[in-house]
């Protein structure tokens, strides 16, 4: 990767500027989580798809538009940080 | 539909008949025209409306000019002026005034990747006085700044403006960007847009955006948003977390895990942040941030600068807040020194029966600024009640808030907005169902309304003596506990004027005749949700209101309307009589007050038919009556009060055939085919013999044609004769009835025939001849003004089963053409179109326009013996309102329902014997939600007009009256009038109900639910409702004939006890059956439990009942007690939506892996899994085309067609019976659905039919979305057509606008790329665009515009 100058782009920079950029080393979480983000950022933008969830559920579409926005932040809850995961990391860090 | 599939390729043409109802998000403001009102509304379906308030007076007075009764009524109505087709999924709308302009500019935020910034202007056609100025609009800038989607991180969600100067403009994303666009003027007044700047700020989720109005300093824009933390952190903190719990003994740990994701305490801070645009310096920062209610949702600016106090208003779950930078705390109201509160809060008084621990969100505000620096705020709860929102500013410096009160208003629809106007009007563009515009009664209603301060607020908060002040305002048990409660009743501050109509959202659709006595098939539409749930059947076709309807000695030949001279009023012509004709007799009927029976005095001949008569002169002078009666042409004057008649005989036995007249022309045909042409003449008031020709055939039909305004007479008359040709003659003194062009009809004969002046595309008007055939069609054809050549493409469309009677009549005060065959048209022209539409009346034999004071646009009409007065619309024929013009006209019948609709079907009944009946039964369910009965015993009235404990409005001084114009203390005055009048006053009622939802229950998994059957032939009365208690919810219906029960047909309601959605569970699920008995009642047989999970879809299967029952499919039998298991297929992918079944296969639609078809072996009595489709579509309905194909619509607003390949079937059929069930839906064994079609709708479909939209018209696939839109997919017939379709679709992909930036192309094929199906929509576009390109088009299709044209309107036609 590079700019249109050549310089090379970090990977962190990539994932700075492009939100949801993914790469080899990325957890799970990380990619559910994301998954999870670009959906309900859809599902907010598609009044219809919004229309849908609130027939379904009887709420008003302002609150069905709350909570997806609710859910953008935590959408697949706190990340895991049992001993698997902190065997997952060590191997990526040896 | 058959003949198509059989084709290599299906190829299918979208077409709209309705437009989509919901509105996304509205604005107010001047935008065509400076000094008027207007509301933007941006739709679903990507399309921009604007409308116009029109206010009317309608005098109604009575005809004695006596008696000084005059009725001064007020008609307010939303008129559509402009609609701008966009082919993009719309978001968000900001009205903004560019300093020095006079008008309001829209910006629009779509899935382009760009900002629209679009301006309407009105233009005045040149030559056209008579019609209203048409608005156009123009896109002004559309720059892209990012990729197109609804992404996340696309600016686009939110658009914010500066509203004080105009100067900026702010868009955002959901997440992260925020660019920030100065627009300008350049020296010639053109608006201008610099390049943006970033606002970006990474991780952050915005809630919502606003412009603060900071007066003339830099522009500020105000963002409610959350920032969450990068994953590294999280993980740390969680890490952090961990180890402390550990040390804590998990006390910790419990404690976090109650507090859910959204409420206070979650680890999360929701910041109002402040983004300033120095313009010095050209870049924008984050000035300011506070946090503020962690369920915070929407935000209003406050008028600042000189006006007020800016800052913005914060709307939360129970609480309105109000913020500004550097705002001083409140004054505490007791002197704890300790508690110190910094928050300027204020709770919202809350419903009775509203659970304590449920807290009740607000989802939008709107401030309105009044003169003199006063403004208020109007607030709206998800529930639907409406807030009025005041604040009260410190005495000493008006920019400090002190107080802040609120007050109940009234109880609305939910809307998505609310746009007050300075005509005490508030519109709410509803979420679900009709949207209304209403009229304040009064709004200074703090004395007397259920209201909260802050004061009490605050007060309560330091009492409590709870230490934070996050904490206090977070749970809803304190809010409820501080703030006075009310019971929703009928409106009481406000009235609806005007309903705009919204069928939003339709959940499932039938189209059929079943009424059982009308000529085309019927739509049968669910719509609505909660207390507005309804079953609507629409007809195609004007909506007619029955005037008068009075009975006549005979069978009329003929019906004729004669001006009146004596009465203009307002430069209008009303009708003194109405001219009924029989076989030997003529009755003449005056027009007043009442209708009455005329004898001799009216000069008039009655004891002969009448073949044409009309007043004379035009206007400013009395020229008499002409009346045509076989043997003569009788000129009838009235000379000092005595009725002098002049008489012409026909000379000989010869009979007159026919005749027509105008103000000053008449023209009589001859037995055999002689004409005689009579003109009047000016000078000495006399008719005058000015020309003979024997055109050598016997004529059938003829018109002269109206005289154009400012002329003396028409310069063309159209002559129908025996042969078949219809001959245009001219009637210019010069070359007095020399043909000047014809045109034959072939085969058939004219039977009646009429010249109009119709207005033209570009307001220029145009001729056009209409002949209405014996055959049952029309023929229509534009005449060339100068030349009268007949155009070479005329149009012909079959209308009924009887010769078509053609006349002129006006309506919504353009000319249109009343054609009357075994069913009533109205052909009208609009838009540069031309547009026919039924009337929803029974056949009319002979009709003519009929105008009096009350009736200003009416039709008289004969049926059989009797005479009827009609008018088109449903006021009255006063500002008659029609479909709009590039939509079907169809009119709605409403039969409200108690809960949200799921689905229906048709049953057909026993009665007595022998007897059948068609019953349609539907089942009816809502979440959250307590049923009838317990409604009832907790005192819940969902009409709200049950005597209620608060205070009753007392009339007040009108000295602080609403202070938005003038005419507002005119209100407060008829206010008071009301209350004393019309308490009881059925009308004023009616425009005061209020849907009014349902008590929440506080606990998870209530539902309320109903069964339902009504009588489609007795306008869908309930014939019973059968209410399902327990939270036992009737999501499915299906008819069912068991054969081993002697093939009677039976209910099948698939129910649900106790689901919940989230997540997604439910304590059991039944199969409940009921039987029909004698046509009008349920009667329950017995319910089978089912296992596996809930019963979403039910379906007839060959004589038994196949149920989808969460991923399993499975087979019933009828049984005495319960059904019985018969087979079943376990391990379908997630749940089983929808279900069909043809011979001996089913069709699953799968929740979330689209479809599975499915064969029943009957030998090894097992259900086999024949195919699947590669892609996972949601499916959200389907329907069968073939025993092969199947359409499916899903949760993206995609339509696909499916097909099974050929062969797939044979191998899924085992005949040796050793294969494992398991084996053939193996993943490499099983044959892959082929995609036929692709084509993306834009907005959910919900269901899907395949019907003939006319009787023994050809099918289509018609289809309804959750937004309200009727559309259907129609065959394409011929090879041809396919060819000009779509290289047409490809010319306008080029070369239609494109409001947003969005490519109409990328939009049909937004999941996928979109495969035979050719947009309608935007075929239809080319009717809208500039003279030049059409023609260009036109001719790379090898045809006249014309033609293009007639193909597109043809099409349309064939299908409706």
Redesign the interface.
């Known amino acids: 990767m590079s700019t249109p100058g050549g310089a090379p782009i970090h990977k962190d920079q990539l994932k700075?500027k492009?939100?949801?950029t993914g790469d080899a080393d990325m957890?799970k979480?990380?990619w559910v989580?994301n998954m999870h983000?670009?959906t309900?950022?859809?599902h907010?933008?598609?009044?219809?798809?919004m229309?849908?969830y609130?027939?379904?559920?009887?709420?008003?579409?302002?609150?069905v538009?709350?909570?997806f926005?609710?859910?953008?932040?935590?959408p697949c809850g706190?990340?895991?940080?049992g001993a698997k995961?902190e065997a997952y990391e060590k191997i990526l860090n040896n | 539909m058959s003949s198509i599939t059989s084709a290599a390729a299906m190829k299918l043409l979208d077409i709209r008949l309705k437009h989509a109802g919901s509105i996304i998000t509205s604005a107010i403001g001047e935008f065509s025209t400076s000094g008027v009102q207007e509301i933007v509304c941006l739709r679903a379906g990507g399309t921009i409306d604007l409308f116009r308030i029109v206010i009317t007076n309608v005098s109604t007075e009575n005809n004695d000019d006596d008696e000084e009764d005059e009725e001064e009524e007020v008609q307010t109505t939303l008129k559509l002026l402009k609609r701008v087709e966009t082919r993009s999924t719309l978001r968000s709308l900001t009205a903004i005034r560019i300093s020095g302009s006079k008008k309001d500019v829209i910006l629009v935020g779509a899935d382009g990747g760009c900002l629209s910034l679009i301006a309407f202007d009105t233009a005045t056609p040149a030559n056209n006085k008579n019609s209203d100025a048409s608005v156009t609009y123009k896109i002004i800038h559309c720059p892209s700044f990012g990729k197109s989607g609804c992404r996340r991180d696309t600016p686009g969600q939110y658009l914010a403006s500066d509203p004080r100067g105009g100067r900026a403009v702010m868009i955002a994303s959901t997440e992260k960007r925020k660019l920030v666009y100065v627009l300008n003027r350049d020296s010639g007044g053109n608006i201008t847009i610099a390049s943006p700047l970033e606002a970006h700020r990474p991780r952050t989720v915005v809630f919502d955006l606003v412009g603060v109005d900071n007066g003339f300093d830099n522009p500020i824009f105000a963002s409610l948003e959350v920032q969450y933390p990068e994953y590294e952190d999280a993980v740390l903190a969680e890490r952090k977390k961990k180890t402390d719990e550990e040390d804590h003994e998990k006390m910790e740990e419990e404690e976090r895990h109650d507090v859910e994701l959204g409420q206070h305490g979650d680890g999360y801070t929701k910041q109002l942040a402040y983004y300033e645009l120095d313009l010095g310096l050209n870049h924008v920062s984050r000035r300011w941030a506070t946090s503020t209610v962690r369920s915070a949702c929407c935000l209003a600016a406050i008028p600042g600068g000189l006006d007020g106090p800016s800052g913005v208003l914060v709307g939360g779950e129970d609480y309105i807040e109000y913020l500004h930078e550097g705002m001083s705390p409140p004054s505490s109201a007791n002197g704890n020194n300790k508690i110190t509160p910094k928050r300027l809060i204020c709770a919202i008084p809350r419903r009775e029966l509203h659970p304590k621990s449920k807290g009740i969100l607000i989802t939008t505000i709107s401030v309105l600024r009044q003169k003199k620096g006063k403004f208020f705020a109007l607030a709206q709860s998800e529930l639907g009640d409406v807030y009025k929102v005041t604040l009260q500013m410190s005495k000493e410096d008006k920019t400090v808030v002190t107080h802040m009160t609120i007050c109940l208003l009234d109880t609305l629809p939910i809307g998505n907005g609310l746009n007050i106007s300075k005509l005490a009007l508030l519109f709410v563009p509803a979420e679900f169902g009709d949207h209304g515009l209403y009229q304040f009664d009064a709004i200074d209603i703090e004395d007397s309304a259920v209201k909260f301060t802050s004061e009490e607020t605050i007060s309560a908060f330091v009492k409590s003596g709870e230490s934070s002040e996050d904490a206090f305002y977070a749970s809803s048990e304190n809010a409820a506990a501080i703030v006075p409660t009310f019971r929703p009743t009928i409106l009481r501050n406000m009235h609806k004027v005007f309903t705009l109509d919204s069928l939003a959202p339709v959940t499932s659709v039938l189209v059929g005749e079943l009424a059982g006595n009308e000529v085309s098939p019927q739509f049968y539409t669910l719509c609505g949700r909660g207390p507005r749930s309804s079953l609507r059947i629409l007809r195609h076709g004007l909506s007619v209101t029955e005037l008068a309807v009075s009975e006549l000695p005979g069978v009329p030949g003929g019906v004729f309307n004669v001006r009146d001279d004596r009465t203009t009023k307002n430069g209008k012509f009303y009708d003194r009589y109405i001219v009924v004709s029989f076989a030997d007799a003529t009755l003449v009927l005056s027009v007043g007050e009442t209708v009455e029976e005329m004898g001799k005095e009216s000069g008039f001949l009655t004891s002969d038919p009448t073949l044409a008569c009309s007043a004379l002169g035009n206007g400013d002078k009395d020229g008499g009556i002409v009346q045509v009666c076989p043997g003569g042409v009788r000129h009838i004057r009235r000379v000092n009060n005595q009725v002098n008649v002049s008489q012409w005989s026909v000379p000989g036995i010869k009979k007159i055939e026919c005749a027509s007249a105008n103000e000053s022309q008449i023209l009589i045909a001859l037995a055999g085919g002689e004409l005689i042409y009579f003109e009047l003449d000016p000078m000495s008031g006399n008719l005058t013999e000015a020309c003979t020709r024997d055109i050598g055939t016997d004529v059938c039909c003829l018109d002269v044609g109206p005289v154009p305004k400012g002329k003396s007479r028409s310069l063309f008359a159209v002559v129908g004769s025996r042969d078949s040709n219809v001959r245009l003659l001219s009637l210019a003194p010069a070359s007095l009835l020399e043909p000047k062009s014809s045109t034959t009809l072939g085969a058939t004969k004219p039977y009646s025939a009429a010249l109009s002046i119709v207005d033209g595309g570009d307001g220029a008007s145009e001729l056009t001849m209409t002949v209405g055939l014996e055959d049952g069609s029309a023929l229509r054809a534009n005449v060339d003004p100068i030349t009268g050549a007949i155009s070479t493409s005329p149009s012909r469309r079959f209308l009924g089963a009887r010769p078509v009677s053609v006349s002129r009549v006006t309506l919504d005060g353009s000319p249109s053409t009343l054609l009357l065959s075994s069913r009533p048209w109205i052909g009208r022209n609009g838009n540069g179109r031309h547009s026919m539409a039924p009337m929803s009346y029974a056949p009319l034999d002979h009709g003519c326009s009929f105008s009096n004071e009350a009736v200003r646009e009416g039709i008289v009409a004969t049926s059989g013996t009797t005479l009827r007065i009609l008018s088109v619309g449903e006021n009255g024929g006063n500002n008659a309102l029609l479909g709009n013009d590039d939509d079907e006209a169809f009119n709605a019948t409403n039969v409200s329902l108690r809960y949200t609709p799921r689905q229906m079907c048709l049953l057909s009944a026993k009665v007595g014997e022998t007897g059948k009946k068609i019953v349609l039964a539907l089942v009816e369910s809502d979440y959250n939600d307590y049923g009838a009965e317990e409604k009832k015993s907790m005192g819940f009235d969902g009409t709200g007009r049950l005597k209620t404990t608060s205070k009753k409005i007392e009339s007040k001084s009108n000295d602080d009256a609403m202070d938005m114009d003038e005419d507002s203390d005119d209100d407060a005055n008829n206010e008071e009038k009301k209350e004393e009048a019309d308490e009881e006053d059925e009308d004023d009622i009616n425009t005061r109900l209020t849907p009014i939802r349902g008590p929440v229950p506080s606990g998870k998994g209530h539902w309320g639910s109903c069964v339902r059957l009504v009588d489609p032939q007795n306008a869908c009365s309930t014939l019973d409702c059968v209410e399902l208690n327990r939270n036992e919810a009737a999501l499915c219906c299906a008819s069912v004939r068991f054969h081993s029960r002697g093939g009677e047909s039976l209910l099948a309601v698939g129910t649900v006890t106790s689901m919940t959605m989230h997540p997604l569970g439910h304590k059991e699920s039944h199969v409940v059956l009921y039987r029909v008995v004698n046509g009008d009642r349920l009667q329950f047989l017995h319910r089978t439990k089912v296992d596996d999970g809930p019963v979403l879809s039910l379906v007839h299967f060959q004589g038994r009942l196949l149920v989808g029952i969460g991923r399993t499919l499975r087979l019933y039998e009828m049984g005495k007690r319960q059904l019985l298991k018969k087979c079943e297929l376990r391990g379908l992918p997630t749940m089983v939506k929808t279900l069909h079944a043809a011979g001996d296969r089913a069709y699953v639609g799968d929740m979330m892996q689209s479809l599975h078809f499915i064969r029943y072996d009957s030998t090894a009595n097992r259900l086999v899994l024949v195919a699947r489709d590669r892609s996972s579509r949601p499916i959200t309905c389907q329907e069968l085309l073939d025993m092969n194909t199947v359409a499916v619509g899903d949760k993206f607003g995609n339509v696909s067609i499916l097909r099974l390949p050929g062969g797939a079937d044979v191998g899924a059929i085992d005949v040796t019976g050793t294969r494992a069930l398991w084996d053939s839906s193996r993943e490499d064994a099983t044959p892959k659905l082929e995609t036929l079609c692709t084509y993306h709708v834009g907005e959910v479909v919900t269901s899907m039919t395949r019907a003939s939209l006319v009787a023994g018209g050809a099918e289509s696939l018609v289809y309804v979305t959750v937004t309200g839109r009727v559309g259907a997919f129609v065959p394409f017939t011929s090879r041809e057509d396919v060819e000009f379709y779509t290289s047409l679709e490809g010319y306008l992909r080029v070369e239609a606008p494109r409001p947003t930036g969005r490519d109409p192309q990328a939009y049909r094929s937004y999941y996928a790329p979109t495969k035979h199906i050719i947009d309608g929509d935007l075929c239809d576009a080319y009717a809208q665009l500039p003279y030049e390109t059409k023609q260009k088009i036109a001719e790379q299709l090898d045809r006249s515009v014309g033609e293009v044209m007639k193909k597109l309107e043809d099409t349309k036609n064939a299908l409706l």
């Open positions: 700075a492009y939100i949801g957890t979480y990380e989580t983000r670009d309900m950022a859809s907010v933008g598609h009044y219809d798809q229309s849908y609130a027939v379904a559920q009887n709420e008003s579409l302002g609150r538009k709350k909570e926005l609710e859910k953008m932040l935590e706190k990340p895991p940080v995961e």
